[in-house]
């Protein structure tokens, strides 16, 4: 079995808080910026999340993080939402979006275009298939994609 990396670390320690407040686990990334390292814990819930709901899991995890330290240096801590504009990193999301509007960022330009926008229409072995507004069909490798996010168009505007 591999060796756990940072964030399965911290996913294995604030999961359970997580869920004994009623919270899902999003996604949780460890990046550095700058100079400061930040360890990122996004949290959803049925109706959405609130302040509270982040505070909360921030003082649960807070010592249990520090008595573990699964992070050798120093670190900032956040806790949020992900936002209405989420964007899609694991294959669970991929699925529970089938049919929502989705806005996708290709790493290298495709026809001379890196930003679609379109229906999320599948995900199946780690590639999403999207109609785009014109009714035609798009489909991308998760690993070529910088980013899959929710997208705020009207779903009514498709052919």
């Known amino acids: 079995m591999a ?3 940072t964030v399965q670390k911290v ?3 604030v999961r359970p808080f997580a869920e004994e407040l009623g919270l899902d686990i999003w996604d949780i990334t460890f990046k550095k910026e700058g100079s400061e390292w930040y360890l990122r814990i996004f949290i ?7 302040i509270d709901d982040c505070v909360d899991l921030t003082h649960a995890v807070s010592k249990p993080l ?3 330290d699964p992070i050798p240096q120093n670190y900032m801590l956040e806790i949020s939402s992900p936002g209405v504009e989420r964007e899609l990193t694991r ?3 991929f699925v529970k979006y089938i049919g929502s509007p989705v806005m996708v960022r290709t790493i290298r330009p495709v026809d001379g275009v890196r930003d679609f ?8 072995n780690k590639k ?3 109609e785009l507004q014109d009714g035609s069909e798009a489909s991308f490798d998760k690993k070529d994609t910088n ?3 929710l997208d705020d168009f009207d779903i009514d505007d498709f052919v």
């Open 11 to 13: 996913e294995e320690i």
């Open 128 to 130: 999403l298939t999207i």
């Open 147 to 149: 980013f899959v996010k």
């Open 44 to 50: 959803d819930k049925e109706g959405g999340v609130n």
């Open 117 to 124: 926008s379109g229906r999320l229409l599948s995900f199946e």
């Open 3 to 5: 060796k756990p990396n």
């Open 66 to 68: 520090d008595d573990a």
């Open 91 to 93: 294959d669970e999301h």
